[in-house]
């Protein structure tokens, strides 16, 4: 029988990170941000990585700067997100929400 570390059993998180094309270190954009992190895509201007947060059973369009910065809700509530597509302007995202 193997023990476990107590940590393992904590809550864990999936993160957004860019790593160099070139190598190197990845760049953890979410290292601060507390819940589970999905579905990255750039903004169309590349300045901004769009995700989808999980949170307490619901899910939530989030934003942080490509270079780094504070993570912004672009929607929040309680939502079951499935996907989003950012619009090529960056003016408009569609989401994909479930139909009841």
């Not at 957004?16 to 760049?27: I, M, Y």
């Not at 954009?29 to 579905?39: E, G, H, I, N, V």
């Not at 910065?69 to 597509?85: A, D, K, Q």
Request: proline fraction near 6%.
């Amino acid at each position: 029988m193997t023990q476990l570390e107590p940590k393992l059993l904590e809550y864990s998180t999936k993160h957004v990170a860019l790593s160099p094309a070139t190598g190197g270190a990845a760049k953890v954009l979410t290292k601060s941000f507390d819940r589970m992190a999905s579905a990255p895509r750039f903004s169309p201007d590349g300045k901004f990585i769009y995700f989808i947060a999980d949170d307490d059973g619901t899910q939530n369009l989030c934003k942080v700067p490509a270079s780094g910065g504070e993570v912004t809700r672009v929607i929040g509530g309680r939502l079951v997100l499935y996907s989003y597509t950012v619009a090529k302007n960056g003016a408009r995202v569609d989401l994909s929400l479930p139909v009841s």
